[in-house]
């Protein structure tokens, strides 16, 4: 079955150090998104990307990096520049239609120790 | 700056009955919209779309959303709540390539 998987579900990391959220698609999607969540806020966009080897920040993505090597794969690093790290991180995909809407993974949730 | 509105951050309805989500959109064209359901700790899965026509749009699990102009809403409906309906809600309106959000609202259910 075609979906997008989030790894891992659960993930700690200690201050200071950089870590990254994977995010696969077999969609054959050619956009692909990071979302960040936090209680009360909604979702706010981080990094979105429309095709291979490029990608656009979005709404908050200082202390966020991102790469998209493959069209499948668009992985998140939170480096220790970003103040407020722990949240629920979301990944999206799309057509670049997006008439049909995001599919989404099933989130990471990152806290820092 | 586009802009999405849900009004209500908890709602509270008793199993069997009628249920109201309110959405207001900020955007100057016609807008795409969506409103998408997220259960606790997972991802959002889509309930339904509007992008023109008919402006009653019939989405999975009995959800309806009727979308007014001279409104800006897309509220979302629902004759007969189930229990299993609890979860959050959040409306979504296409900005240029991009999807915005509302605050969302958490839908309780009670016996």
């Known amino acids: 079955d075609g979906g997008i998987t989030q790894s891992p579900k659960y993930l700690f990391r200690k201050e200071g150090q950089n870590v990254t959220l994977s995010c696969e698609q077999n969609l054959n999607h050619d956009a692909m998104y990071w979302y960040r969540q936090d209680p009360g806020q909604g979702l706010r966009l981080i990094y979105y990307s429309q095709i291979v080897n490029d990608f656009q920040k979005g709404d908050i993505a200082e202390g966020y990096s991102v790469s998209r090597e493959k069209k499948e794969s668009f992985p998140l690093t939170v480096t220790s520049a970003q103040k407020n790290p722990t949240a629920f991180y979301l990944c999206?995909?799309?057509?670049?239609?997006?008439?049909?809407?995001?599919?989404f993974g099933s989130g990471t949730r990152l806290t820092v120790v | 700056a586009q802009s999405v509105t849900q009004p209500d951050i908890h709602i509270t309805v008793s199993e069997g009955a009628s249920l109201e989500l309110r959405c207001n959109y900020s955007?100057?064209?016609?807008?795409?919209l969506f409103w998408y359901v997220q259960s606790p700790g997972q991802g959002l899965q889509l309930l339904l779309k509007?992008?023109?026509?008919?402006?009653l749009v019939q989405g999975i699990k009995g959800f309806e959303a009727e979308f007014k102009r001279s409104q800006s809403s897309f509220n979302l409906r629902k004759p007969s709540v189930h229990w299993s309906d609890a979860a959050e809600y959040f409306c979504?309106?296409?900005?240029?390539?991009?999807?915005?959000f509302g605050a969302g609202t958490i839908l309780r259910v009670k016996s």
């Open positions: 955007y100057g064209a016609t807008p795409y």
């Open positions: 999206a995909s799309s057509f670049q239609q997006q008439t049909g809407g995001y599919t």
């Open positions: 509007y992008f023109s026509g008919d402006t």
């Open positions: 979504a309106v296409m900005v240029g390539n991009k999807l915005v």
